[in-house]
Structure formats: structure tokens, C-alpha cells
């Protein structure tokens, strides 16, 4: 039976892994088509038995795959597949698990999320209190002089007020602190670290950026954005052993929780830290690395002397910033914040420099990816990437726009229109959503995230995380799409649920179609002959978990290049070297 014939049987409306169609008849359907394979009688150095979703359209289900070095040799029918089992080969038996492919973070910022594993952690601080606490507590057991950095605090948990460098001067005598907001775009110092960075109280204002000041006009030690530089300048950066360490260590906290491949959106130091580490053996996850667009000469220069890279280690993308984040009021919007009249948020870059530099990167070939929040952020980001492709012409370029958060709804058809990713994370939906609504109104949460009418309008989205704003678990991700429901159990119905998928849809997010906006669809995203091997043991079926219950899936086990880089059994990462 041919292949597509099959699959129409099968109607996959969420994977070949339950109803409308009984196991036993995809069973017997999938009986009738021989198991996709490269080359008959080769030997399989692993393979892995139990109900698979591939996220291959022509051949959605299968019982079995094979595995030979790093790549996939055979996909179908258990019986088929044994045929590749020899004297030598590891069986993986999923059970009543699920096999999916290996889950694709389409937006990360790695080693920034390596980095904060070892810092203060405040993210779950819900008191002005315990905010404190913390920080003291960590501060006595640094080094005089040491910087503290990370944090990942929330105000909203506290009520909204921010915090003030008069909070923690007396717990942080000997030590610089400089603390990310979690979305990354504000900070607080203490007044060791404004003294440190030359920063007065007649600091003068960034454009691009804020500085929060009392009702004196004074300081009060948090910085927003471009103002974030004043502090930044100051700041020692890790040594070469730290942010190398950092790597090693995001990446088995990747692995643990199913990411085989990310899109890191970060700078050129990190990218020559990736290269070491390649150079040593210690990539465990693949990454497609980012680097500024306001350098696209440099990046041109890489791609034309080094290449863009390997299966590990590729490069070729841009990342820009139209605006800043909704949580600190410096998203760029058509009309005032709810909570703040007056307030439309504002631009990191002008409209004219970031259309020079997309349309020079994209002239050299290079994909251009932006940060865009706000719906005039949107539009503007938008209304480039229309100009940029009318002036250079036709190609495969693959726009993408980052976060894609509050869309004017006549913008919403325009992602499809123009062939622009959205590039989106599920988790900050579930999180903004306790408060979203004070700051933009009711009227503007209905296109808040939204999933289902980006859709349906045939945009393609492409899902991560964000890390180290939010937690690297597609797991995760795919219960926000789904459910929508938030953080703080307030809306067990959804928030927007309008805007929800269906799981199928939110793992082809992270998966087939994450690879193809990273120009990786040919060898990553889907379990097919040829591809390579990297695949997630799912502990339950998602299709047949309650929606409620989807975040709480363990992942059993990661596979990355036919080598298993985490194994939940044995509670640790596999040891490769």
C-alpha cells in the first residue's frame, strides 16, 4: 500500500496514537506498507520499540525505529524494523510511553541560562521579604567585592511594586548586585553597583531605555533596556572556565527535560565558547547560534571564509530588537498602556537602522530573526520585512519575528501573507496572563498570544522558551498552548482559551516545524530514514493525557545522534566521552 494512501487512512487529526483510529487497526494499516528504510540488512546499533509519532505527514505512526551511528535507517512496523536487530544492537522498549522527536527550543539564550543555575534564585520570591532573605542569605556566602547577578525576580508576585536598591543595601554591604527582571529587560543594582559603574543621582536618561527614579529625582537602582549598558559597562564578564562550564551544564539541564537542539539568540563571545566546546567534544544539544544583526558584516565574513557550520554547531541567523517587554512597560504599542495613559512603551532601534541592516543581511543570504512585542513593534517589524523582500526579491529567507505577543488583528494574516515565523513561547502566555490584562485592557488580550489565529490565518509557529526567562521544558510549553490555563489556577478554563491548540499542533511546534525555521528540516524535527537520530522517551502517550495533566509528563529519555544524553531510569546524563 503506498505510503500516502496510508496516511490518509490513518487520518491523523492528533498522531496515529488514538481515537478515531483503534491501535489495532493503524496495526494492521501500517502492516500493509513495508517499514521506510535506507538500506536493507544494515545492522542497527539501537533500536526503539513503542507507539511513535514522527511527525512525518506521509507516515505519522510507527511501531519501531532503527538506528545506525547518528542517523535514523529505519521507521515502521516492529517485525520490519527487528530485521535490523543483530547480536550487538541496544533495544529501547518505550512501553507505554511515547516516542516523539527530539523537542526543538526555537528561542534560548544557552549560556545566560547555564549562568543563572548557580546564581541567587527569586523567581518563586512572592514577598518584598523573601525577596530580601534571599539575597542576603546568597551575598554572605560570596567573596567581598564578588558580583551578584541572575535573579530572575517577578514583581507581580508581590503586587506590582518595584523593588529599590534601598531594599537590599543593608544585606549586600561588600558585593555589587546587579538582578534580572526574569523577561531581562530591567534590572536592579545596588548602590555598590551604581558606584561601581560611575552611575550618580544626576545620571542623565538613555534613549531606548529608563531609569527609575523616587519622587527626589534620585535613582532608585532599577535600570530598563538601553539603560541597562550603564551597569552592564561595569560588570566583569565570567572567565572562559565559567561561561564554559555554564554550557556543559545548560545542556544537561536541557536533556533532562527532552531538548535535543535549540536556537540560541545570543552574542559573538558566546558563539567562540560554543566553538571550544565543539572542539573538546562536550556538545550535548545542537545549536543554531545567533548572532547580533547590527553586525552583519561580520557574520557575512564568517559564513563566506568558515561556512555555516555542522550538525552540532551551525550559524547564519541575526538577531535584532524592535522594542522592549510587556512586564516592563517598554513594549512598543498603537496606544497607551491600560495602567499608564501617556505610555506607549519604546524602540530599541529606530525603524531605519533596523531596515538597513535586515535588508544588507538578508541581501548576503543571512536569516534575519527579530524581537517584536508590542503591536506597534508588530506592524513596524512587519512592514520591514515586506520592504526588505520587495528590494532584494524572491528567496528562501524565512523571516522571523521573536515573542509575536500582543498582534493588532489586522496583522494577524500578514505573518502568513509575507511567509514570516512566528517564533513563540507557550510558557509566557500562561505566566502574563495573571496579569496581562491590567496593563493593555481586555479588548488587546484577545490577540495576546495568539496560537489558534495565527493558525488558522496558515502562519507557522515555531516554539521555545526563552530560557532563562522561562523554563526550558517544551513539556511545559505544550500544556500552555494547550490549556492556557495560569500559573496561579486562576483561570482553569484558559486565558483567552479561544487562542488554544491541539497537542499535535503544539509538538509540531517544537519539533518539524521548529527545524524548519531554523533551516534544519531536511535532517532534524521528524523521525524519518536519513534524519538524524534524535528522539524523546516520553513516560505517558500525550494524546491520551488529560489536558490538565500534560505538564506533568516525565520525560524518560533523551536521545541525541543515536547516543541517549539523559536517562530518567538512572536519574542522571549518559556519559558519551
Known amino acids: 500500500m503506498p505510503t500516502r494512501l496510508l496516511s490518509r487512512l490513518l487520518t491523523f487529526s492528533a498522531g496515529n496514537l488514538r481515537a478515531p483510529v483503534p491501535l489495532t487497526l493503524m496495526c494492521f494499516l501500517v502492516s500493509c506498507a513495508q517499514a521506510a528504510t535506507i538500506e536493507a540488512g544494515q545492522s542497527a546499533d539501537m533500536i526503539v520499540f513503542g507507539r511513535i509519532w514522527t511527525a512525518d505527514r506521509q507516515q505519522p505512526g510507527a511501531e519501531a525505529i532503527a538506528i545506525r551511528g547518528e542517523k535514523i535507517i529505519a521507521v515502521g512496523r516492529r517485525d520490519e524494523v527487528e530485521k535490523h536487530r543483530d547480536g550487538k544492537t541496544r533495544v529501547i522498549d518505550a512501553g507505554t510511553g511515547m516516542v516523539v522527536p527530539g523537542l526543538i527550543d526555537s528561542h534560548i539564550h544557552l549560556m545566560d541560562g547555564g549562568l543563572q543555575l548557580a546564581s541567587v534564585q527569586l523567581r518563586d520570591a512572592t514577598t518584598r521579604d523573601e525577596f530580601v532573605r534571599r539575597i542576603g542569605e546568597y551575598a554572605r556566602k560570596q567573596p567581598q567585592g564578588a558580583w551578584i547577578t541572575g535573579g530572575d525576580w517577578d514583581h507581580t508576585l508581590w503586587g506590582g511594586e518595584l523593588p529599590a536598591r534601598d531594599w537590599i543595601d543593608a544585606v549586600t554591604p561588600d558585593n555589587p548586585v546587579w538582578l534580572n527582571r526574569l523577561d531581562g529587560h530591567m534590572s536592579l543594582a545596588n548602590s555598590a553597583a551604581m558606584r561601581a559603574a560611575h552611575v550618580a543621582d544626576d545620571v542623565k536618561d538613555v534613549s531606548g531605555g529608563e531609569i527609575v527614579r523616587d519622587k527626589a529625582g534620585r535613582p532608585t537602582g532599577i535600570f530598563k533596556d538601553n539603560a541597562l549598558g550603564l551597569i552592564d559597562r561595569a560588570m566583569p564578564d565570567p572567565t572562559m572556565h565559567q561561561r564554559l ?29 560554543f566553538r571550544i566546546a565543539e572542539r573538546q567534544g562536550l556538545l550535548k544539544t545542537r545549536i543554531y547560534a545567533c548572532t547580533p544583526l547590527g553586525e552583519w558584516q561580520r557574520l557575512a565574513k564568517e559564513v563566506k571564509e568558515r561556512g555555516r557550520g555542522n550538525d552540532w554547531l551551525r550559524i547564519g541567523g541575526l538577531k535584532g530588537f524592535v522594542d522592549g517587554s510587556l512586564g516592563s512597560h517598554t513594549a512598543a504599542f498603537l496606544e497607551p498602556f491600560s495602567d499608564k495613559p501617556g505610555d506607549r512603551g519604546l524602540l530599541v532601534n529606530s525603524a531605519e537602522d533596523l531596515e538597513a541592516w535586515a535588508t544588507a543581511g538578508d541581501r548576503e543570504g543571512l536569516q534575519v530573526v527579530v524581537h517584536a512585542i508590542g503591536d506597534r513593534a508588530i506592524r513596524m ?51 502574563d496572563g495573571r496579569w496581562a490584562g491590567r496593563s493593555i485592557g481586555a479588548k488587546r488580550c484577545e490577540t495576546t498570544y495568539a496560537f489558534r489565529s495565527l493558525l488558522d490565518s496558515g502562519a507557522r509557529l515555531a516554539f521555545g522558551s526563552d530560557w532563562f526567562v522561562a523554563p526550558p521544558t517544551p513539556i511545559e510549553g505544550i500544556y500552555a498552548a494547550v490549556t492556557r490555563r495560569t500559573i496561579d489556577g486562576k483561570n482553569p478554563n484558559g486565558w483567552v482559551p479561544q487562542q488554544k491548540i491541539k497537542v499535535e499542533e503544539a509538538l509540531r511546534a517544537y519539533t518539524i516545524d521548529a527545524a524548519y525555521a531554523g533551516f534544519s528540516e531536511t535532517k532534524l524535527g521528524s523521525l524519518e530514514p536519513g534524519k538524524l537520530a534524535d528522539m524523546v522517551v516520553l513516560d505517558r502517550n500525550l494524546f491520551d493525557t488529560p489536558p490538565a495533566e500534560l505538564n506533568t509528563v516525565p520525560i524518560r529519555m533523551t536521545i541525541v545522534g543515536g547516543k541517549v544524553m539523559y536517562d530518567g531510569h538512572a536519574n542522571k546524563s549518559a556519559d558519551n566521552n
Do not use: C
Open 245 to 273: 562550564d555554564a554550557t556543559v551544564a545548560a545542556m544537561k539541564y536541557l536533556a533532562a527535560r527532552g531538548v535535543t537542539a535549540v536556537h540560541h539568540l545570543g552574542t559573538w563571545s558566546q558563539l567562540e565558547i
Open 381 to 431: 517589524q512587519l512592514d520591514i520585512y515586506e520592504r526588505v523582500a520587495l528590494a532584494n526579491g524572491p528567496r528562501d529567507r524565512r523571516f522571523r519575528i521573536e515573542h509575536a505577543q500582543h498582534i493588532a488583528p489586522a496583522d494577524l494574516p500578514r505573518f502568513a501573507k509575507l511567509g514570516v515565523i512566528a517564533s513563540m513561547q507557550p510558557y509566557h502566555a500562561i505566566d
